[in-house]
């Protein structure tokens, strides 16, 4: 049972855009997610989190949304740059247990 | 700036023999991870340690895998006998305890089983 879903493989984005990239949970004690970006041969690198007592967090060009009542969160990334082209990673942890569970991820390709 | 270190970063092996991974997590980091990643597919949870004790491994196949983390700062992940199905990148975490939550990964170890 996949608890945390990433339902689009693949995105392709004009340089300059916004790129929506969106994630769905089914488990509703987790309540904090992050958001990680993975280029090939490399870890996972952190970008944006957000707790559950929020409905929104800003860093610079990428804002992450969370809807607790529909399970569903998205991050946005303005403008979208050629360099963002990676693979875009959710996960979701519950309460204080740190033990995250991530998504099946979002390939990102932003064109220039 | 601070990061984990991963060994080795690829490993080819035949099935049926040992392999070893080897992290070092950034200092202080109190909790460690090992997951899995299969291509195509996200990075799937194997261990989650605090110090030295194992907080979850409820995902590891102990038929063939172990970890340790014996001094509660660096950790070991060992498969034997290795399948097939064990290619993948094994990936390292480390976080603070009591902090955002933040996970840190290393670059990861890719092994190929033949």
């Known amino acids: 049972d996949q608890q945390v879903k990433q339902n689009s493989p693949s995105l392709s984005v004009q340089e300059g855009r916004i790129s929506i990239l969106n994630c769905d949970y089914t488990n509703s004690m987790f309540d904090y997610f992050l958001w990680y970006k993975k280029y090939p041969a490399e870890g996972p690198t952190f970008l944006i989190s957000i707790s559950s007592i929020k409905d929104k967090n800003e860093d610079g060009r990428f804002t992450v949304f969370l809807n607790k009542s529909a399970k569903h969160l998205s991050l946005h990334i303005v403008p979208s740059q050629p360099g963002d082209s990676a693979v875009y990673f959710c996960a979701a942890s519950g309460s204080g247990t740190y033990k995250y569970i991530f998504g099946t991820g979002t390939r990102l390709k932003v064109l220039a | 700036e601070a990061e984990v270190a991963q060994s080795p970063r690829y490993k080819i092996t035949e099935k049926s023999q040992a392999v070893a991974f080897w992290c070092d997590p950034i200092s202080g980091h109190a909790t460690l991870y090992w997951y899995r990643q299969i291509l195509g597919q996200g990075p799937e949870l194997l261990v989650q340690?605090?110090?030295?004790?194992?907080?979850?491994d409820s995902q590891l196949p102990k038929d063939r895998f172990s970890a340790e983390r014996l001094k509660g700062v660096d950790s070991t992940l060992k498969i034997q006998p290795a399948e097939l199905g064990d290619s993948a990148m094994y990936l390292c975490a480390s976080s603070l305890v009591e902090s955002t939550g933040e996970l840190f990964f290393g670059e990861g170890s890719r092994l190929t089983v033949l």
């Open positions: 340690f605090q110090d030295e004790s194992v907080v979850d």
